[in-house]
């Protein structure tokens, strides 16, 4: 429950003692493991599964009663690396 309706982000190991992750990797093989499992699940998505769901996202946070929320969260610095995104959980929960 606390995963589910929390918001908040976890520490890798108490991430993988919860069972929230499948593995923890030294921050040195971070990159190279993400990148080769992401190409390996992008070659295995049909291109038009994935633009009919990038749209169907789109759609939903382009929802005018969304607007207010998703302008505060890019103001506070969302996508950025020294903004939100390091406690982006917490923040996406967040009420205006």
């Known amino acids: 429950m606390e995963i589910a309706v929390g918001g908040d982000d ?12 499948n593995r923890v990797l030294p ?5 190279d493991f993400v990148d080769t499992f992401a190409r390996r699940v992008a070659g295995a998505i049909p291109a038009g599964d994935y633009a009919a769901a990038l749209a169907a996202f789109k ?14 969260l890019f103001e506070r610095g969302l996508q950025q690396p020294d903004g939100i995104e390091l406690d982006v959980g917490k923040h996406v ?4």
């Not at 929960?93 to 205006?96: G, I, Q, S, W």
């Open 59 to 72: 759609r939903t946070a382009g929802r005018p009663e969304n607007a207010d929320h998703v302008r505060s």
């Open 10 to 21: 976890f520490p890798a190991q108490l991430a993988a003692e919860y069972g929230y992750v």
């Open 27 to 31: 921050e040195d093989e971070l990159d």
């Open 93 to 96: 929960a967040e009420k205006l």
